[in-house]
């Protein structure tokens, strides 16, 4: 900024490069949450934003001034699929770093997924005789599961399949639990409970293409002083003749990875028995006719879009008893 007797303040954070599209809609959870538990248990589980509402509840914050008053909570609904265990991996440590060691798939698996891929079914016995064999090396297990969007209302035919990570225990108990999880159809409501803390991991709204004010909030020039108003004034010396990867540049915004950390499940219900969808359906995604969350405040992405709750990473000390719900309001999005 050649006017300037002064350096400029940052413009816009370097925390999230590269600012690039994701190649996928599925979230990639890089850790898992360490559960100090007696029994192994599932760690995340994958879910499909509804839409939004409001809910009033009593206040729970014993050290706030509106404690035992009535709250009113902006809050998502996510609709959550039943998901099918279809096998689970082991990993191993080398070099301080994790990598597969072996994988196992159940014998029997849904048909949707030869749609992803084709598995080999037939050494699954010797697979798992080696993975016990070897408990001393294994670090790390985790949970291969298949998810339909179908089973939502969804039009896609093709299953999500990924990773979710097993916690808890003893790696022995682990792979245990692994073993009695294959093939078995597994509940949002199995895992989650009302009152916890989440983390929401998705994939963001994508806006295409857009320059530098709307991109990294760089500040628009002053009125006539240049040719161009919405550009960065400067954007390197003259030596080194070079671009910094920190300046400010256009290009791609939205459909990046980002984690919401600590939101609080208010309810999880079955639909069939607590009705949630507003007349007319949600919009854009229609009825929720099965088993479903409802999260305080916003979650990351559009509607429709697998988004991943799973354990907190940094957990937070606080009663988890379930919410007291006075209200929850289903007033007609559709006017």
């Given at each position: 900024m050649g006017h300037r007797k002064h350096s400029s303040p940052r413009r816009g954070s370097l925390a999230f490069i590269p600012r690039a599209r994701k190649k996928s809609f599925i979230p990639r959870v890089r850790t898992w949450a360490k559960v100090s538990s007696d029994k192994p248990i599932l760690l995340g589980v994958p879910t499909f934003k509804a839409g939004s509402l409001h809910v009033m509840t009593t206040d729970d914050r014993e050290k706030t001034p509106n404690f035992g008053k009535p709250l009113f909570n902006a809050s998502t609904v996510m609709a959550a699929a039943p998901i099918t265990v279809i096998g689970f991996r082991a990993y191993e440590s080398t070099n301080g770093e994790l990598h597969a060691f072996a994988d196992v798939y159940a014998k029997e698996l849904p048909k949707e997924v030869g749609r992803k891929f084709k598995i080999n079914?037939?050494?699954?016995?010797?697979?798992?005789?080696?993975?016990?064999?070897?408990?001393?090396?294994?670090?790390?297990?985790?949970?291969?599961?298949?998810?339909?969007?179908?089973?939502?209302g969804l039009s896609q035919k093709t299953p999500y399949i990924f990773?979710?990570?097993?916690?808890?225990?003893?790696?022995?108990?682990?792979?245990?639990?692994?073993?009695?999880?294959?093939g078995k159809t597994i509940k949002a409501s199995d895992i989650l409970k009302p009152g916890m803390m989440v983390d929401a991991i998705a994939i963001t709204k994508g806006k295409g293409f857009e320059g530098p004010v709307t991109?990294?909030?760089?500040?628009r020039k002053?009125?006539?002083?240049?040719?161009s108003?919405?550009?960065v004034g400067v954007i390197g010396p003259w030596h080194p003749s070079t671009i910094m990867y920190t300046v400010p540049r256009a290009g791609q915004m939205g459909f990046h990875q980002r984690v919401d950390m600590?939101?609080?499940?208010?309810?999880?219900?079955?639909?069939?028995?607590?009705?949630?969808?507003?007349?007319?359906?949600?919009?854009?995604?229609?009825?929720?006719?099965?088993?479903?969350?409802?999260?305080?405040?916003?979650?990351?992405?559009?509607?429709?879009?697998?988004?991943t709750l799973k354990v907190p990473v940094r957990p937070i000390k606080f009663k988890a008893e379930p919410p007291k719900i006075l209200q929850v309001s289903t007033i007609s999005k559709w006017s």
């Open positions: 079914l037939k050494d699954a016995d010797k697979r798992l005789k080696f993975i016990s064999d070897s408990i001393s090396r294994l670090k790390q297990v985790a949970a291969l599961v298949s998810v339909k969007p179908k089973d939502v990773e979710v990570g097993i916690g808890g225990a003893d790696i022995k108990a682990q792979v245990e639990y692994a073993k009695s999880l294959l991109r990294m909030g760089v500040k002053q009125h006539k002083s240049r040719k108003v919405r550009a600590h939101k609080k499940i208010l309810a999880i219900a079955n639909a069939k028995e607590k009705p949630i969808t507003p007349a007319g359906g949600f919009l854009h995604f229609g009825i929720v006719n099965d088993e479903y969350l409802i999260l305080k405040g916003s979650v990351p992405g559009p509607v429709r879009r697998i988004v």
